[in-house]
């Protein structure tokens, strides 16, 4: 539900990233696709929960995964990273048919598809096999090139060895 007091204006995302990747990426956030989940990443960006958040997961070809506001914070305890999320209620799925292609923003979930809480990631290249799976939440409107410099995971989930990138800073924009 949109809050009462925020206009019915276009939403969306400036992020700082450092690390490998540097520069910023811009997001536009899709309310008519999933109002309550672009809720909930605009209500934890603008309390700064997302400042110095890392990308934990990120998979060549597929997607870099952040979000985690309760262990993903940098100079964390990495082992942890991405098992936890917000203080708030997870989020039932608003699936639609938006296809997952590259730049797509999704939340990411546990095994429970309303499980969705704080985590979302974004596509290197198209993940059809996600459609109707994830909510997707956003597209990449500017700065995909950052995006695809993030620092790469190994092995098979992606588990980011040494230092991750961070998401310095996340601010909401109109």
């Known amino acids: 539900m949109r809050h009462p007091c925020r206009p019915a204006l276009a939403t969306g995302l400036e992020i700082v990233v450092e690390g490998e990747a540097n520069g910023t990426v811009t997001i536009d956030l899709l309310e008519d696709l999933a109002p ?3 809720e909930r990443i605009t209500t934890l960006a603008e309390q700064g929960a ?8 990120v998979i060549d070809g597929f997607m870099a995964q952040t979000g985690d506001v309760e262990f993903g914070k940098e100079g ?3 082992s942890r990273a991405g098992m936890g999320g ?9 699936f639609s048919d938006t296809p997952f292609d590259k ?14 809480n704080s985590q979302f990631f974004i596509m290197f290249d198209e993940g059809h096999f996600l459609n109707g799976q994830y ?12 995006v695809d410099a993030i620092k790469r995971g190994t092995g ?19």
């Not at 797509?104 to 546990?110: D, H, I, L, Y």
């Not at 098979?156 to 109109?174: F, L, S, W, Y």
């Open 36 to 38: 309550q989940h672009v």
């Open 50 to 57: 997302y400042d110095g958040v890392v990308f934990h997961r």
């Open 76 to 78: 964390g305890d990495m």
């Open 86 to 94: 917000s203080d708030m209620p997870d989020v039932p799925a608003e």
């Open 103 to 116: 730049g797509v923003v999704g939340m990411a979930r546990a095994q429970n598809p309303d499980s969705a």
């Open 135 to 146: 909510t997707v939440v956003g597209r990449v409107t500017g700065g995909q090139d950052v």
């Open 156 to 174: 098979g989930n992606g588990a980011i060895e040494g230092t991750p990138d961070v998401m310095r800073k996340v601010t909401v924009t109109e």
